[in-house]
Nanobody, 126 residues
Framework: QVQLVESGGGLVQAGGSLRLSCAASGRTFSRYAMGWFRQAPGKEREFVATISSWSGGRTYYADSVKGRFTISRDNAKNTVYLQMNSLKPEDTAVYYC??????????????????WGQGTQVTVSS
């Protein structure tokens, strides 16, 4: 079992930055590929970014955030991060952290993830 707790959301102006954190419980954090998804009101939850298990040498991003967002992990702290720069109003959503025990890298589909956090709200004003 893995419990995930997101933090770092908030209200920011367009062009600003936020860093989301996701703290995981358990001693086997490094074996999980980690991902970030988001869900805007009235829309389906969509993939944002993922980082491979263990050293996190592989990352993959949705086209909509490529070049603006960066995913990283610190296995010593059991934490995955999402650095979000040049934020746009269309980035407004609840952001969810997720852990996958079955896919080592490039896990972009919701069903590839076993565990989910409760979400953190990100609001970007124009």
């Amino acid at each position: 079992q893995v419990q995930l707790v997101e933090s770092g959301g908030g209200l920011v102006q367009a062009g600003g930055s936020l860093r989301l954190s996701c703290a995981a419980s358990g001693r086997t954090f490094s074996r999980y590929a980690m991902g970030w998804f988001r869900q805007a009101p009235g829309k389906e939850r969509e993939f944002v970014a993922t980082i491979s298990s263990w050293s996190g040498g592989r990352t993959y991003y949705a086209d909509s955030v490529k070049g603006r967002f960066t995913i990283s992990r610190d296995n010593a702290k059991n934490t995955v991060y999402l650095q979000m720069n040049s934020l746009k109003p269309e980035d407004t959503a609840v952001y969810y952290c997720a852990a996958s025990s079955t896919v080592a890298n490039s896990a972009t589909r919701r069903w590839e993830y076993d565990y989910w956090g409760q979400g953190t709200q990100v609001t970007v004003s124009s």
